[in-house]
């Protein structure tokens, strides 16, 4: 996913408390919540962007778990 520059360095502070599969799912998460009205749900993320987050729904949502990282 493309993210303007000034988003990358904020961003980037995650990377290493995430595995690059995560990181990902984490950084279309993050645009999503920016981009989203109403909820910030994990169903109303996804549906924002749509084909730009590929993979199982559950994929994302473990992202956002309770569970420790």
Not at 6 to 31: D, G, K, M, S
Request: proline content about 7%.
């Amino acid at each position: 996913m493309l993210l303007p520059a000034e988003a990358q360095p904020l961003l980037a502070a995650f990377l290493p408390h995430f595995t690059t599969p995560t990181y990902t799912r984490f950084v279309t998460l993050a645009a999503a919540a920016i981009l989203t009205t109403g909820r910030r749900t994990v169903a109303n993320l996804l549906r924002t962007v749509g084909d730009l987050a590929p993979g199982y729904d559950a994929s994302y949502r473990r992202v956002l778990s309770s569970a420790e990282w």
